[in-house]
């Protein structure tokens, strides 16, 4: 500064060196020039005081409000992007893969007049569409955020790269997808876009099938365009836990594709059917066909839990349980059954068919509602009531399935009809699992299971992270009174109200079930509507399997004897077909039994068929604005069995009807054609 | 007048006479702060722009390559003023000023780019023809003043400078290019009222200029939205319009130090003009508070130094064409810094010396090249 001043740089200074305020040019009038000079001063401080003004709020901008500015710029800059989980895939008990997930990509674009005409032609050629009313749609939509295809599917996707559309974005999709071509959907539920499970499996095992969704963080310019090649990931999607069924796939199908056929040949509104192991209580199979309106109205819940019915003579297994054990009554017995018609406390109760003198164990194979309305009231009311608890009525059987209904067992005042009525299953009402889990107790030496769908579930890292063995939950009755009882069932098939399915060389045991349908309004019992049911044993001698089969207002044939016990015979017979009957008896089920003192000599384990090919390799396309599928033909069936066809069919995505017995000697529709996932393949077999 | 002629040869021998060490040297307080500026501001100009210049031209070093024949000429033109004497250019003025509107009238014959007609295009390169309007102008006013001397003082002449500036501002307002109105009205009232007119006119004229603007801004609802959250700008810049409030995030991620040369994110197409209007921002936010306050500390040593040169003018041409220089760069730099940093309403203006731009450059330049001229007489003992 003071080198400045000497040369005399500075304004003040040179102008004190020079004549005092003058500026050194020459005015004709000294003090005009003076005045000119003060103002170039003042001037100069404003300046200086406007620049110390820009200084400050620079300041203030690039430090004082630093940390606000930069919290927005990383809002603005950095866009957290969500990597979706696959969700967990559901395994049947072989190992097939029920539920899985398809990776795919959506495809989105802000459409602007710069790409409509890319994005048309484009889309047009790939989804088939009037290019006309795209583009008017696009135009519609420009500057907006706009799906142009969800879910594409990898040719798909493929194709649209490379029509290499300028600001055609995609983003990465997890679906779920399941491969049992229809089957087993009222056990495995669905999802909804979100992959929330919104029924079944996927509903209940929803903490363990929902992965964790991992993060990514994108640098974004202003113009919203992604800056870094690959997200900078932040966390890692974690898949979710794999769920294990009991189910069995074959005997899955098996038994909807039964109960499908039996429901339309005996026109009946619906139907449900249960197969339990019943040693272990594990559920090989749950179905259910459903009536018209409630196909319409898509599929929400599993019926054979979360419906309840009347059982009618299905439920005299817990009378001739009580009476056998509390002593009071032996097989032997014989009492009155009035020639069909007989009265309790004024009110009558008819039998089917008349009948004289009968032993307690006949009164069981013919199904006698008099003498079963004896026997219950010699041992009474509150007792049947407390033996129907027992086997485990009246209360939630506690399988993962969701809205399970637990029916109710009522105590009342036990007047001689109302308890012959209640013997006989009437005024009670229980589910299809109910009933199938009370009937296992019988083949199994007088044991109640827990009976269990999900057996275990396996996180990402191969953890155990749940895992369910057979329990029993109590002995209901002794096992010489299951023997006893598992005998009486045996004749209901050789000679009993099931004896249409006797076939010595198939034996099995069984009891029937023919209820009047009460009237809601009334209370009264509406003629000529039955629900008909079956329970049955497989094999005969020593039952693996025990089935229960319910058909909601057969006509014209309303017996259950006539009509659920073929289609349970069908499933019995079907199954033992398997190509690999001998499933392996996991050794869990030894331990178990010996701890609940049970006969360990099971030899053969459920009838466990072919693994059902499970991954369905030909991807289907799942655009949904297009709704085109990639077109592949239909396989020769003609001279397989049914369950190599119903395999074969299954890994397509395809649905079997199956039409009789034996080898496929007909297919509709015929070889070579092309199908939809989901079409309705009828098979006849010879 | 008459003797002119004479004076100029007897310079001329004169200067043949001399050794060179007696030709006074030009300030360099001036001319190495200029000189710095625009050289970090094709460096800046290029780190600003190359993502817009590949997203939307030809490729990142588009505008950068532009910007460096620019420096070139500019730096040239700035020598050579700075070696011509200025006194010697005088007697062009009022032709300058004719060439001036005549620039201002061909540019409106021109196609309109983004919507409005400002370059004359001279092969690759456009000339906006209001810069050289600026220039031109600022040499009649220095010129004129320095005739006028005390007789500024009366209304006829300050009328006859109003009429010019309106002409002038009709043919830019038809451009349109309001900014440019109003730095050019800005300057002109400074000048003027460092020139010795009386308090009462100026406060007239500014008055009257302000009602000008509101006029415009509000009657044609030119820019209206603009100044309508002005209040709020000033408050907070983040409430303020787009630019700002982008320009402000920029510098805040900057911060004391900056971000480093290159790896700011406002040029990632957040701020719309990072490398014109708002590169003082990106400059900002690549060099921290550091980058910025040399920058205002180099912008005042030369506007300081221009004024002192004025001072020390041995003539009142060279009084008046220093201020002259000096008053238009303070316009500039103050409008455009105030509109980065959210105290002035958004007008488009670039920053003079490191804006890309070849005309705002190349004429500054020259502008400069006669303050060094002025300075270099100023200097002789």
Redesign the interface.
Known sequence: MARMSDKSHGLNRSGKRRNGNLPRARFENPEFGRLVLRRLKFALLAVMLFWTVLAVRTVFIQVVWADRYSRRAQGQNEQTMTIPAPRGEVLDRNGSKLAVNWHNQSFYAYPDTQNIARLTSCFANILDLPAKELRRDLYRQRGKFTWMLRQADDRTAEKIREYNVPGLKTMPEVTRAYTTGGAAQGVLGFVDTDNRGLGGIEYSCQQWLTGTDGKAVIWRDGLGRKYTIDPVRVSEPIPGCQVELTIDIGWQTLLEDELARGVSEYNAKSGMAVLLDCRTGEIIALADALTADETAAGRTKCRTVSDVFEPGSSFKLVTFAAALAEGQISPADSFDAEMGKARFSRRWIRDDKKHGYLTVADAFRVSSNIVTGRIANIIGGDVVRRWAMRFGFGARTGIMLPAEQRGSVPDRRWSEYVTAAFSIGHGVSVNTLQLANAYASLANGGLLMQPYLVSRVIDPDGKTVYERTPRVRHRVMSPQVAARLMEMARTVVTNGTASLINDPEFPIAGKTGTAEKPDLETGRMIKNKYMASFAGFWPADKPQLVGVVVLDEPEPIHYGGWTAAPILLNVFRRGSFADDPAGDPAPRLIAYAEAAEMPTDFTSATGSPAAVESFWQGRRSRTKALNRWPTEEIPDLVGLTAREAVALLQARGLQAAVNGTGRVVKQKPAPGQNYRPGQLCQLSLR | MKNEDEYLKMSLLDSKRKRRRAVPSADP?IWVPAVVLMAAGTILVLSASA?LASDEFSGPAFFWIRQLIWLVAAMCAMYVCSRIDYRRLSRFAPLLLALGFLALVIVLGMTPVRGARRWVGIGPLGVQPSELFRLAYLFFLAYSLARR??RVRQPKYLISYLVILLTASALLLAQPSFSSVLCLWATTI?LL????TPKRYTIGIAGMSIVAAVIVVFGFGYKKSRVENYAAMVAD??EGCYQVR?A?????????IGSGLGSG?GK????PDPHTDFIFASI?EET??LG??SI?FL??II??RG??V???????F??FLA?AVA?SL?VHV?MN??VV???VPTTGLPLPLLSYGGSSLLFTAIGIGLLLSVSRE?NRA
């Open positions: 307080s993502i001397q005390e400074l009222w460092i020139a010795g810049p983040i982008q402000s995030i920029a510098m805040g991620v900057g911060g004391w994110w990632m197409r957040y701020i900002a921290g508070l910025a306050l205002l912008y005042l506007i300081y004024f002192a004025a001072a020390r003018a041995p003539d009142r060279g009084f201020a008053s303070t103050a810094l105030g940093l959210g105290l100023a």
